[in-house]
């Protein structure tokens, strides 16, 4: 048989005295027997409590029967205290139900409307279409061919430029200038040959500048820059 646990032992010695007590000392009769109000004060006292010396305690444990009502006293003891435990439980769960479900309305209700978070917009780019296939090569802002400005919207546009003839494809960068000394925005972009045509198609957020006149430069990298006027409307 597997080995008996100390608290086992214990267990097993307790009930073995108390069976040898509900049996070896009847008393029918009830001679000598203190009555229930001392056999329920024996009963309530802690387990700890030194009983040695009581006339009441000797006469329990030599009396069947006020043994058996001590035992009946004690089991209901322990019945009561564990429907507490379970009460106390149950109170506890409830009362943090209740504050989450008061938290919870708070939340919800408020001093007023919960305020929106602003979404932020989605950039929109306008697209043009810019022809530059008529704009000779230059090497400098001064050098410029007189030319019709281009018309540039004061937003996010994305433009497709038709690049002059014969350029190639490839990487190329583009800025808007003041002067040429002066680039106010650069962009990269890569251009490809689509029916015999050379286009560039880049996106420029123009709205942080002012209306006016202005200078966009092209050229196709690392090579030099082609000027025109610009206007932003």
Not at 70 to 92: P, W
Not at 93 to 104: D, M, N, Q, R
Request: with cysteine.
């Amino acid at each position: 048989m597997p080995e008996e646990s100390p608290h086992a032992h214990f267990d097993r010695l307790k009930k073995q005295l108390q069976d040898s007590i509900l049996r070896d000392y009847p008393n029918p009769e009830r001679r000598g027997c203190p009555g229930n109000a001392a056999v329920r004060e024996l009963a309530h006292r802690p387990l700890d409590y030194s009983l040695e010396g009581s006339p009441n305690w000797q006469h329990l444990t030599h009396c069947s029967e006020c043994y058996r009502e001590f035992l009946d006293i004690r089991a209901g003891m322990k019945q009561r205290k564990k429907a507490q435990r379970v009460g106390i439980g149950l109170g506890v769960a409830a009362a943090i139900i209740a504050v989450g479900a008061i938290i919870i309305l708070g939340n919800r209700q408020g001093v007023g409307p919960r305020p929106e978070h602003p979404q932020i917009a989605e950039r929109i780019y306008r697209p043009r279409m810019v022809d530059l296939e008529g704009l000779s090569m230059t090497r400098s802002e001064k050098g410029r061919q007189e030319m019709k400005p281009i018309l540039l919207g004061r937003e996010p546009e994305e433009l497709t430029m038709r690049l002059p003839f014969g350029s190639k494809a490839g990487a190329y960068e583009v800025q808007l200038l003041k002067n040429a000394d002066r680039p106010l925005l650069s962009v990269n972009g890569e251009a490809k040959i689509e029916n015999g045509v050379t286009l560039l198609t880049l996106r420029m957020d123009l709205s942080p500048y002012e209306p006016g006149r202005y200078f966009f430069g092209v050229r196709q990298i690392p090579w030099d820059w082609t000027y025109c006027p610009a206007v932003i409307q």
